[in-house]
Each structure stands twice: as structure tokens, then as C-alpha cells.
């Protein structure tokens, strides 16, 4: 008689599904909460201040705590991989090229949007009034932070004179990149034992952040949750219909070209199938829209480039480290809407000269934002400065703008995770892999699946 081999444990439920589940979960409880009012309840307000909050802060915390080294040690090893400065320099060279002009893209959809559909002459003046007198104070802050930014700084910032404090501040990221690019050159024009010991050091560190962000992202499904059960309890759709036509011209501008355009640039200048590349990059899009950083999903984005899309780590590495501190597609799409819908708000009529010199503004200063929660209000308040509105308006968007500021991450991440195929595909790189090995593990599951049975009904022998 032969033995029969105990059935293998089936495997759980993938990550990102787990996440999808954890956001519908918190969405509709907190949707449900709302509609009840409940959210000024005692027992929600505990679970939120003593629960929901400090768990999500906690989850964010752990990520960014790993973002520094992780960004240092991958970008250095990136660079060192590549072996030479002219393949440094053509690699640098698509990638700025790719997101100046696919940026430059997701900001004239912008801009179109807002002059077919404009969101800034629907809205209430009650409405307006209202937002105003609710956010002046902070409106008033983001306006003295963007007064303070200009241009200038932002370039000389990417040059850092205390490299320790660029790394404490998150909007000094660029500084740490720049740092790390130098040091990574430096490590290849100095070929010799010592700089091999310490990349193999730098190759452990990067090791030791991404298995301990493996274990920090499976309280991702959790905080998650969390996070959509706070936005959701206290917004409900109350503040999203007050400013409807303006999250409608946002969301739409944001699915052209996350949908639209993202898929052809990815499928033409990229070779991979969209539906392959939004499977794969899913449980990066789903943390960015929860975490709404696009740095504190770099860990996510780094594995998910290299074990789901299967690019080369020397140019994932490369183009995602860069990409989480300065291709940042949605935000600039989202401050050139804004911009324009204050403009319109305050009955100012921008002729098409100075809206194509708001969306230059809106490509640098997508750069320049910080990777992190409403790093663009600064920049925004900074543009209305420059072509005359008053920067305190912003107050108007306040209300919304958590919601779209985790849509707009989603889409800086797809954007990072599409450049990097685009740039591996250009620079003579295989990424046709991850296409073969989708039709591989396909046909090897139908194939499981005619030898589950034999003619007569029975489990199949293998040997």
C-alpha cells in the first residue's frame, strides 16, 4: 500500500489582498460611524485617540525610521552596481529626461482639465466663507512656511552642508539622494579592498532594512484600516460634496493619467503589459494611498520592483530612490489644479501665458515637495505668491485635501514604479521576464489543476 502524502497548507491570503480588505473594512465603518453620527461619540473618540491614531503613527514611525538608511544604502549600491560614471551618467540622464516629461504631461492634463470643467466657478460662497474662517489659522502657517520657500533655496538645498540634518529633516530628502549619488561615485572611482569590504557592509544593511520592513508591512492590512476608519468617521462625504467639482476635477485628472497614460508609456516605452505592471506594483499603489508618503513606501516600492516586476536592482534601486524625493507626478498635477481653482475662486483670469508659467512652476516645485503628508501645501501657497494670489486661500482645499493627498501618492508611486521599467527597458534591460513568468505560473496552474483528477475521478499519483 503506498502512503499517501499529507496535503500541503494552503498558503494564506497575499498581502495586498489583505490591505484591500483592511481599507474597505475602515471605509465603510468609518463611512457607517458618520452616517450615525457617532464620531463625536466618547467611545469613538477613545478608540480613535487612544487606538486608531497612535497604531498608524506607530506603523508610519517604523517605516521611516528605515527610510534613511534604506535610501542611503540603496542608492550607494545602485551607483556602485553600475560600474562606471557614463553609465551613471545615462542612466541619470532618462531618468530626469522620463520625469520631466511625463510630469510635464501630468500637468497640462491638469491644466486642461481645469479650464474645460472649472471647478472654481461652482463653488458656493457660503462654502467658501465657511473654509476660510475654519482654516485660517492653518492656512495662515502654510502660507508663512511657502513664503519662505523660493527656488533658489530649494536647488541649494539639494547640496547639503550638514548631511546628519538633511537626513533628521524630511524636506532635506533631496540632500540625503545627493549625498548618497556622491558617495556612491565616489566608491567607484576608488576600486580597491577596502571600498569592496564596505559595500559588502552597505549590501548587509540594505539586507537587515528590507527583512525587518518585511515584517513592519504585515501591520500594514491593520493601520490601514485604521487610517481609513479616522478619514472616513470624521469626513464622511460632507466636506467632499462641498467642494465637489474640485475633488471631481483632481480624481479625473489623476485616472487619465494613471490610467491612461501610465499604461501606454509603461506598454510602449516600457515593453511590459499594463496588466501585468499594475499587478505586480498593486501593494505599493495600496500602502502609498494609505500611508500617503511616497517615502515611507519606498521600502514597499524597492521590493515590489524587485520580486514582482523583476527589474534590475541596479536601476530599481537607482530610479525609486530617486524618484520618492523628486518624480512626483500627482503632486504637481494636484498643485497645478489647485492653483488654477484659487485663481478662479478669487475671479482672477489667468491668460494662457502665465498658465504655461504655473505649470513650469508646478514641474519644479513637484521636485521640490516633500515626500511626506501634504508636503505640497507649502509649494502651492509659494506659487500663488509668485503670481499674485493671496497664499491664505488655501484654506479652501483644506477640508479635502487628506483625501486627495493619499490619491496623489498612489500615483507618485505608480509614476516612480513606471519610470523605473521605462528606464530599465531603455537602458537595454530585460524586464520581459516578469511577463514570461506571469504566462509560466498561469499554465503551471491549469496544469495543477488537470492533474488534480485522473479519468476515473481519484487523485493522480506523480511520481
Avoid at 533628521?168 to 558617495?183: N, P, S, T, W, Y
Avoid at 501645501?377 to 479635502?400: D, N
Wanted: hydrophobic share 55%.
Amino acid at each position: 500500500m503506498t502512503a499517501v502524502a499529507p496535503s500541503a497548507r494552503p498558503p494564506g491570503l497575499p498581502l495586498h489582498v489583505k490591505v484591500l480588505i483592511g481599507f474597505l473594512l475602515g471605509a465603510l465603518l468609518g463611512l457607517l460611524v458618520h452616517a450615525q453620527g457617532l464620531q463625536a461619540a466618547p467611545g469613538v473618540i477613545h478608540v480613535v485617540d487612544w487606538l486608531v491614531k497612535p497604531f498608524g503613527q506607530i506603523f508610519l514611525n517604523l517605516l521611516f525610521m528605515l527610510v534613511v538608511p534604506l535610501m542611503f544604502s540603496a542608492l550607494v549600491l545602485g551607483v556602485a552596481e553600475l560600474g562606471d560614471i557614463a553609465s551613471l551618467g545615462r542612466l541619470g540622464l532618462r531618468t530626469l529626461v522620463y520625469t520631466g516629461v511625463v510630469t510635464a504631461i501630468a500637468v497640462g492634463i491638469g491644466v486642461l482639465m481645469v479650464n474645460l470643467l472649472q471647478p472654481g466657478l461652482h463653488l458656493d460662497p457660503a462654502t467658501l466663507n465657511q473654509a476660510m474662517a475654519q482654516g485660517a489659522a492653518k492656512a495662515g502657517e502654510i502660507a508663512t512656511k511657502g513664503q519662505e520657500l523660493n527656488f533658489i533655496d530649494l536647488l541649494v538645498n539639494i547640496v547639503p552642508h550638514n548631511v546628519i540634518a538633511a537626513a533628521i529633516d524630511d524636506k532635506q530628502k533631496l540632500g540625503v539622494v545627493f549625498f548618497a549619488l556622491l558617495f556612491g561615485i565616489g566608491m567607484v572611482m576608488t576600486p580597491s579592498p577596502a571600498t569592496q569590504a564596505f559595500k559588502n557592509a552597505l549590501q548587509g544593511l540594505f539586507e537587515i532594512c528590507m527583512r525587518l520592513i518585511g515584517l513592519i508591512i504585515r501591520l500594514a492590512p491593520y493601520a490601514v484600516a485604521g487610517f481609513m476608519f479616522n478619514l472616513t468617521a470624521n469626513l464622511g462625504w460632507d466636506v467632499i460634496e462641498g467642494l465637489a467639482w474640485f475633488v471631481a476635477t483632481v480624481l479625473l485628472a489623476l485616472a487619465l493619467h494613471g490610467f491612461v497614460v501610465l499604461p501606454l508609456w509603461v506598454r510602449f516605452m516600457g515593453n511590459m503589459s499594463p496588466r501585468v505592471f499594475f499587478r505586480g506594483s498593486q501593494e505599493a499603489i495600496l500602502t502609498a494611498f494609505a500611508t500617503a508618503s511616497s517615502a515611507a513606501t519606498l521600502p514597499v516600492t524597492l521590493r515590489v520592483a524587485e520580486e514582482n516586476l523583476h527589474l534590475p536592482r541596479k536601476v530599481s534601486r537607482f530610479v525609486l530612490t530617486v524618484g520618492a524625493s523628486a518624480n512626483h507626478h500627482g503632486t504637481a498635477l494636484f498643485e497645478g489644479i489647485t492653483v488654477l481653482f484659487l485663481a478662479q475662486v478669487s475671479g482672477m483670469h489667468l491668460p494662457l501665458l502665465q498658465q504655461l508659467m504655473v505649470l513650469a512652476l508646478c514641474i519644479l516645485g513637484g521636485i521640490g515637495t516633500a515626500g511626506i503628508p501634504s508636503g505640497s501645501l507649502p509649494v502651492i501657497a509659494m506659487i500663488c505668491g509668485i503670481i499674485g494670489l493671496r497664499p491664505e486661500g488655501i484654506a479652501i482645499i483644506l477640508g479635502v485635501n487628506t483625501f486627495l493627498d493619499m490619491c496623489r501618492t498612489a500615483l507618485n508611486v505608480t509614476g516612480d514604479l513606471a519610470t523605473a521599467v521605462v528606464v530599465s527597458h531603455r537602458a537595454g534591460e530585460s524586464v520581459e521576464v516578469a511577463a514570461l513568468d506571469e504566462i509560466a505560473l498561469e499554465q503551471a496552474g491549469l496544469e495543477e489543476e488537470v492533474a488534480e483528477l485522473d479519468a476515473h475521478g481519484r487523485p493522480r499519483r506523480h511520481t
